[in-house]
Structure formats: C-alpha cells, structure tokens
C-alpha cells in the first residue's frame, strides 16, 4: 500500500472535534488538512503492520 486510502467524513470529524476540544478552538483550514492527511498516514501505517503480522510465518 503506498497510497493512504480516503475516509468518511465521520472519521475526519471525531479527530477534528477532538482536538478543537482539546484545544478549545476552532481548527484553521490548513491545521484542518494537515490533520486529515496524518489521519490518513497513520491509518496506512497501522494497516501495512497488520498485515505483516497477518502473513508472518
């Protein structure tokens, strides 16, 4: 997998109410994209490491 699959919006919007709730203010746009994309990241990192443990000998 090299390229990070895209999500549904709800996936997007608990990470990003998470931290406007955190922070206690609204995400700009760009912290808002930048969010998306680690969101995106990390999610592919976490599936290629289950699959490696799938298909471990």
């Not at 090299?2 to 990003?16: H, K, M, R, T, V």
């Not at 203010?25 to 443990?53: C, D, P, T």
Request: proline share 2%; no cysteine.
């Amino acid at each position: 997998m090299n390229e990070p699959l895209n999500y549904s919006d709800i996936a997007y919007n608990e990470i990003i109410l998470y931290l406007e709730t955190k922070w206690d203010r609204r995400l700009s746009n760009h912290e808002r994209h930048v969010l998306i994309e680690g969101y995106r990241y990390g999610r592919m990192v976490e599936a290629e490491n289950e699959i490696k443990i799938l298909f471990a000998e």
